[in-house]
């Protein structure tokens, strides 16, 4: 079983729609969850940080990690062209570095 | 806002090459990483460093593989004798401390021929 799943997508939805974005992993130690987005060929941009359990809200990105389940979600609300990129998922054990899933490829048609 | 960046943004080399691939972190951050990323694949990483040593490093950080940071500000990445299957975008990260969020360059996109 990979550490970390993410299901690679691309995923199409029109402008306006709410997404979802999902990734599980395998590491019951994983304590620390990020989504990054990523631009082709650019570097990944830190979007949401949490730690542990529960929701995180930034404007239109709303971040959830369910441990019991080993899962975790990112929502994007009243989606733009402009987030039309590959997001990643990325956790970590305490100080350990991060393992990233495969990213989904998110294409938001105007 | 302060940022990480890598020089240079591209790199083409021949098989046998040494590269050094540069980076300058966040100015007060403290843990400085390298991944790569593989057309296509997942981001890997590759090695951390903190306190002018080597904290971890995965299995792809062989011998062919060495990091340094010669002065307060760049942190550099050398691949002695490269090989067809370095060609990835290296990215370097660094946090404020290590548990906290990691902060990515933009990458230097490797070609090797």
């Known amino acids: 079983q990979k550490e970390v799943e993410q299901d690679p997508g691309p995923l199409s939805v029109p402008e306006g729609a709410i997404v979802s974005l999902n990734c599980t992993y395998s590491n019951s130690a994983f304590q620390y969850f990020m989504w990054y987005r990523q631009y082709s060929r650019k570097g990944p941009e830190l979007l949401m940080y949490t730690y542990s359990s529960g929701n995180k809200e930034d404007g239109r990105f709303t971040a959830q990690v369910d441990k019991s389940s080993k899962y975790i979600s990112l929502f994007i609300r009243d989606s733009q062209p402009s987030d039309s990129a590959t997001y990643l998922c990325a956790m970590r054990a305490g100080n350990t570095p991060l393992v990233f899933g495969k990213g989904t490829r998110l294409s938001v048609i105007a | ?113």
């Open chain 2, 1 to 113: 806002e302060p940022e990480v960046t890598q020089t240079p943004s591209h790199q083409v080399t021949q098989m046998g090459q040494e590269v050094i691939l540069r980076c300058v972190p966040i100015s007060n951050h403290l843990y400085f990483y390298w991944y790569r990323q593989i057309l296509g694949q997942k981001v890997e990483f590759l090695v951390s460093f903190y306190n002018n040593e080597i904290s971890e490093k995965s299995e792809i950080f062989d011998d062919q593989f060495s990091v340094e940071r010669p002065d307060g500000s760049n942190f550099t990445l050398k691949i002695r004798s490269t090989k067809l299957e370095d060609s990835a975008m290296y990215f370097c990260a660094s946090s404020a401390q290590g548990k906290e969020t990691q902060y990515f360059g933009p990458g230097t996109r490797l070609l090797v021929l």
